[in-house]
């Protein structure tokens, strides 16, 4: 068996996330408290009790996802005798997962993560004035449609892929009227659904540009390890291990398409055939499953989840 570790992103919170592995296993009570100590938060309470609304605001939950990952990845290392480097041949997350992946792989520690995901979140909102960003998703079309639509779309504005999910489902991004063009075009070129997200920004397109300076700002001040396992990247999909690498990649991942239909046919082709989402919910396990049909994809977030894990 060859396994992958893969890292939810936004969108996989949900209150109580965490709470179980709070409750029965310290090696995930110790990366609550580090995390709440970074943020001068208490974010696991957020986490564990909410109320939703707070905890879906994206400086929040983009530490908090990463928590919960991490959480059950630490129990995982401490109670079922998982070593990273040795029992899995990649990692990749979507997204704000590619942090909690590389958090993982030791390219970067807890603390450090928290903090430039709270520093994320909050320049993706900042960067674009509410309502004049958005964010839709085509569905029923492949990626080069879903390009060639956006394209049209423009009219001297931004739109762009934001996201190629796999299985005909694809998000663009960038001014409001542009993306609802965009939406427009593709129900008139037989998309099965085209419809607006309720997002709070619009996420990995042009108009993210001042948030990715303040990424690379703040990222050249973060001490960055060699990664212990390969991680698969979101703006490349195929694999980066060194600390120029990844700081360029994260960089430009804020702009940039999240490519990861790609990313989990590189891993299946390179060999992985079990998938374990590790974290909240199971959304990229369903991606998983049509992507790579010849894979299992399996969701590891509650302690019975860990349990059941076996090398």
């Known amino acids: 068996m060859s396994r992958a570790f ?30 709440d100590e970074a943020l001068g938060q208490n974010l696991s309470r957020l986490m564990f009790d909410g109320p939703a609304e707070e905890l879906t605001l994206t400086a929040n939950a983009q530490p908090a996802l990463m928590a919960a ?28 997962g590619e942090y909690s992946a590389l958090a993982a792989a030791g390219a970067l520690t807890v603390a450090d993560t928290a903090r430039l995901l709270r520093l994320r979140g909050e320049a ?26 956006a394209g049209e779309a423009e009219q001297g504005e931004v739109c762009d892929v934001a996201n190629d999910n796999g299985a005909g489902q694809v998000v663009v991004s960038g001014h409001k009227s542009a993306v609802e063009r965009a939406v427009a075009i593709a129900q008139s070129r037989g998309a099965k659904r085209a419809v607006m997200l309720n997002v709070s920004a619009p996420f990995h397109c042009a108009l993210m540009g001042p948030a990715a300076e303040t990424m690379r700002a703040a990222l050249d001040q973060v001490t960055l390890s060699a990664a212990t396992v390969p991680v698969m990247a979101n703006i490349l999909a195929s694999p980066i291990r060194e600390p120029a690498a990844i700081r360029d990649a994260l960089v430009r991942q804020v702009t940039g398409t ?20 590790i974290g909240s919910g199971k959304v990229l396990s369903g991606l998983v499953r049509r992507i790579a049909p010849g894979a299992s994809a399996t969701p590891i977030g509650a302690p019975a989840d860990i349990a059941a894990f076996t090398l």
């Open 6 to 35: 893969i890292f939810p992103g936004q969108g996989s919170q949900a209150v109580g996330m965490g709470a179980g592995l709070s409750e029965n296993h310290p090696a995930a009570r110790a990366v609550f408290a580090e995390v």
């Open 69 to 96: 990952s991490l959480a059950v990845l630490r129990v995982l290392e401490a109670e079922r005798g998982l070593d990273l480097s040795r029992d899995v041949a990649f990692v990749a997350g979507h997204s704000l």
């Open 124 to 149: 993706m909102q900042r960067a674009v004035p509410v309502g004049t960003g958005a964010m839709a998703a085509l569905l029923g079309l492949e990626v080069e449609a879903a390009e060639e639509i």
């Open 258 to 277: 999240v490519r990861w239909r790609e990313c989990v046919a590189a891993m299946a082709a390179a060999g992985v055939d079990a998938f374990y989402e």
